[in-house]
């Protein structure tokens, strides 16, 4: 098993994502990267404390391919954009990825030169050594399936689920 922690907007939204892949077994929604010793969403949610919503993806690269676990997190976030997502802005959103040895760093590297070419040029990802990740309240664990009319799952959510359905099909958890 391997675990990757990501940020890219609001993890309700990569939680949601990686949730349906096969081969991941686990998805923590958590808070890292910042100045607070035990951040809430209330504080995080400031902007102030300098952490940013993750997700840790832990997963059998047996099953699903290391390459594609980080290809679909520059699939359902918008890399070139700076501290926000959509109308989600602050530092709080911003895209990064958090390793955890070298050999992480090198593939996250690898990772954020093909999302260039996909999305034409600059990318602005930070690529930030793992710290203290910090598990987030239990309500925002697997948040989309426990609240799916809720507006922004509906809105947000969603649309970035099915599009990595469709783009990872074969990936994709059989109902």
Known sequence: METYVLAGGCFWCLDAVYR?????????????????????????????????????????PAVIPQDVILDVFFTLHDPRQLNRQGHDVGTQYRSAMFWADDEQKARFERAMERAAETWGGRVVT????????????????????????????????LPKVNKVRRSYAQYVKAA
Request: glycine share 10%.
């Open 126 to 157: 930070q690529l930030t050594p793992l710290v203290d990740f910090h598990r987030a309240e239990e309500y925002h664990q697997d948040f989309f399936a426990k609240n799916p009319n809720q507006g922004y799952c509906t809105a947000v959510a």
């Open 20 to 60: 349906t892949l096969d081969g991941v077994s686990d998805v923590v929604s958590g808070y890292l990267g910042g100045r607070t010793k035990h951040p809430t969403y209330e504080a995080v949610c400031t902007g102030m404390t300098g952490h940013a919503e993750a997700v840790q993806v832990t997963f059998d």
